[in-house]
C-alpha cells in the first residue's frame, strides 16, 4: 500500500499569514491527490481534487501544486475560518490512505 | 443536495459484529461509487472500503479486509458495512461518503465530496 507523509503534523500562524503544507508519497502517484478540511466536530470537506483542481465553492486562497510523489496545499492569506485539521488523499489506486493530518493553530 | 445519514452504530464487545446503513438522498445514487472512512477519537482520518457504481468491485483497507463488508442497494439508495470479528481497534466514528470522481481524458480522480455526520461505533467490554 501508498504510504502518506504529510508534514508539518501541526503548525502555528497568525491571520493573514500564507502557510504551505507538503505530502509524500512513498511512490509516484501522478497527481491523484486531494486535500481535505476538517474543523472540531465537523465530517471532513473536499477541498482539491487531482493535487490542483479547487472545488466548487472553495475559496481562491487555496491551491494545491504538485505531481509523482511530492505535494503541497498553501494557503496564500490565512482567514480565521482556516483553523482547522488538513489531510492529503492519494487516490492513485486500491487501498486509499490519508496522510497524518496537519493541524493548523492560531498563534 | 446531497444527503447522508448514517445509522446502526452503537456498543459491542469485542468478536461481535455490527451493520453500519447509510440512507443517501438528494442525488441519483447509481451514479457514484460510495466509500465508508472512520477516524478514531482523537485520530486521523483512515478509508476503509469503497464500492462501484452497480457493486461489481469493492475495496478495503488492509486492517479490515476479511472481516468488512460493503454493499449497496440501489433500488433502496443504501449503502451498508458489515462489520464481523470486531476489535478494539475498530472503535470511531464511521462515515459514509459520495464519491464524486470524474475523469479528464484518460485519468480519473476520486473526489470524495459529500460526507454524513457519522456513526460512533464503540468496541468493549
Known amino acids: 500500500a501508498i504510504q502518506m507523509t504529510q508534514s508539518p503534523s501541526s503548525l502555528s500562524a497568525s491571520v493573514g499569514d500564507s502557510v504551505t503544507i507538503t505530502c509524500r508519497a512513498s511512490?509516484?502517484?501522478?497527481?491523484?491527490l486531494g486535500w481535505y478540511q476538517q474543523k472540531p466536530a465537523q465530517a471532513p470537506k473536499l477541498l482539491i481534487s487531482a493535487a490542483s483542481s479547487l472545488q466548487s465553492g472553495v475559496p481562491s486562497r487555496f491551491s494545491g501544486s504538485g505531481s509523482g510523489s511530492d505535494f503541497t496545499l498553501t494557503i496564500s492569506s490565512l482567514h480565521p475560518e482556516d483553523f482547522a485539521t488538513y489531510y492529503c488523499?492519494?487516490?492513485?489506486?486500491?487501498?486509499?490512505?490519508f496522510g497524518g493530518g496537519t493541524k493548523v493553530e492560531i498563534k | 443536495e446531497a444527503q447522508l445519514a448514517e445509522s446502526g452504530g452503537g456498543l459491542v464487545q469485542p468478536g461481535g459484529s455490527l451493520r453500519l446503513s447509510c440512507a443517501a438522498s438528494g442525488f441519483t445514487f447509481s451514479n457514484y461509487y460510495m466509500t465508508w472512512v472512520r477516524q478514531a477519537p482523537g485520530k486521523g482520518l483512515e478509508w476503509v472500503a469503497s464500492?462501484?457504481?452497480?457493486?461489481?468491485?469493492?475495496f478495503y483497507a488492509d486492517s479490515v479486509r476479511g472481516r468488512f463488508t460493503i454493499s449497496r442497494d440501489n433500488a433502496q439508495n443504501l449503502v451498508n458495512l458489515q462489520m464481523d470479528s470486531l476489535r478494539a481497534e475498530d472503535t470511531a466514528l464511521y462515515y459514509c461518503?459520495?464519491?464524486?470522481?470524474?475523469?479528464?481524458?484518460?485519468?480519473?480522480?476520486?473526489?470524495?465530496?459529500?460526507w454524513g455526520q457519522g456513526t460512533l461505533v464503540t468496541v468493549s467490554s
Open positions: 511512490q509516484g502517484i501522478g497527481n491523484d
Open positions: 464500492i462501484r457504481r452497480d457493486a461489481s468491485g469493492k
Open positions: 488523499l492519494h487516490d492513485y489506486n486500491y487501498p486509499l490512505t
Open positions: 461518503v459520495r464519491d464524486g470522481g470524474y475523469c479528464v481524458s484518460a485519468s480519473c480522480y476520486t473526489a470524495l465530496d459529500y
